[in-house]
């Protein structure tokens, strides 16, 4: 497989210390323009080379590689950094990680030398997986078809593809020649027959670019081919890895909510005159509901941190009860930080008061950006799986959405 230059310079390798240290400072920086890109919905480009740049992208490449090796607990903790700032920029690499996770489940070695190489060359994965109308991935319609030799021809319409825009490599869920197994293709964003449209307009996470792509005859090789299928015939935690990040952002888009909210009752809400106090900072109901946040996103939190070490544990010794205890305590992470997210982010209006809801404040934002990620998957699933397992000790399914 040839080897290309790199268009960016080689980005450092951090270790975990690092990585949380700079994920916070680029949090600070994308904080500050971050409601002015939501109202304008102004695409996070510039953002988006920072982060390549710092090397955060790349943390979890193997250390045989080149790479730090770091795993989902410095993961989890970067995404809900980057998310308190700007949850859009924050969701955007999700797809990134997880296919780098792909490569490492079941990419050849010279697939691995090759792609990971890009990675810690500064180069992002997008994602062209889901399709609009299908309601499993083995219902995809897009199509690896023989091109002859040692190439393949896809096509297909892709819909939600966060990170599409953004990517040097789009890596394309397909069936191999129309019927067969699922398989990741490995296109690069400018090829021939690749076009990204940016036509993603939800209501929140605005700035993810979560459009169309389309693939009419994609020249693929042999050798940027992967199977996906492979992934969920034996025990694993690719799935948990996905959903410990979105529950990182979710619980990031709560954090940020909070704080805004608490910035704005200290320099800004008026007090209701019945509560006698000079300033809604010191109003007994005010503090007992911001108490009540606090303790739910703390929980939250904290259920997190805990998902993580999971997943990481489960990495080190993999069995299918290890990966079922990973895929439990991140359905409760998931279903603990979506609640939390949308409920702060909705609440922060009660503690805030009237003036709060000004649309040139934007702090609707949060709610739009926690109502709209959330919906990502359902929560209650992930209760359910809960349930099951406390009820008759019935492992979650295996499958990559927990």
Do not use: C
Not at 79 to 103: E, G, K
């Amino acid at each position: 497989m040839p080897v290309t230059v790199a268009d960016v310079a080689t980005v450092p390798v951090l270790d975990a210390a690092s990585a949380v240290r700079v994920a916070a400072e680029l949090a600070d920086r994308f904080a500050v323009t971050a409601s002015d890109r939501d109202a304008e919905r102004l695409l996070p480009a510039a953002e988006l080379d920072q982060l390549s740049a710092s090397g955060l992208l790349a943390i979890t490449v193997p250390v045989e590689f080149g790479g730090a090796g770091l795993g989902p607990v410095v993961v989890a903790e970067v995404t809900r950094l980057l998310a308190t700032a700007d949850p859009s920029i924050a969701q955007i690499p999700q797809s990134h990680f997880a296919y780098v996770n792909a490569l490492r489940e079941n990419g050849t070695p010279a697939q691995q030398r090759f792609l990971l190489r890009e990675v810690l060359a500064g180069k992002r994965f997008g994602n062209a997986q889901s399709e609009v109308g299908t309601q499993h991935v083995r219902d995809l319609r897009t199509t690896l078809h023989p091109d002859g030799g040692e190439s393949w021809l896809l096509r297909g319409e892709k819909g939600y593809s966060t990170g599409a825009l953004f990517a040097h490599w789009i890596p394309v869920l397909a069936h191999l020649d129309v019927d067969g197994p699922l398989h990741v293709a490995w296109v690069e964003r400018d090829a021939d027959g690749v076009t990204v449209v940016d036509d993603w307009s939800g209501m929140g996470q605005r700035t993810t670019a979560s459009g169309t792509v389309r693939l009419d005859d994609v020249r693929v090789a042999d050798a940027l081919i992967t199977p996906y299928h492979l992934t969920f015939e034996r025990p694993q935690v690719y799935g948990a890895w996905a959903q410990l990040v979105h529950s990182a952002i979710d619980a990031g888009i709560a954090r940020g909510a909070l704080t805004d909210a608490a910035r704005f009752v200290r320099e800004k809400s008026r007090p209701y005159p019945d509560a006698q106090v000079a300033r809604a900072g010191d109003d007994p109901l005010i503090v007992q509901r911001f108490g009540t946040f606090e303790l739910q996103l703390r929980a939250a939190e904290a259920l997190l941190a805990t998902a993580a070490r999971a997943v990481e544990a489960a990495e080190v010794e993999l069995t299918a009860e290890s990966a079922g205890a990973a895929s439990l305590a991140v359905a409760a992470a998931r279903a603990s930080s979506a609640a939390a997210a949308v409920e702060i982010s909705s609440g922060l209006f009660d503690v805030a008061g009237t003036r709060s809801a000004l649309d040139g404040l934007n702090l609707h934002r949060h709610w739009r950006n926690a109502r709209t990620h959330t919906l990502h998957d359902p929560a209650t699933w992930k209760v359910q799986h809960l349930g099951r397992y406390a009820v008759d000790g019935t492992l979650p399914p295996n499958h990559g959405q927990i």
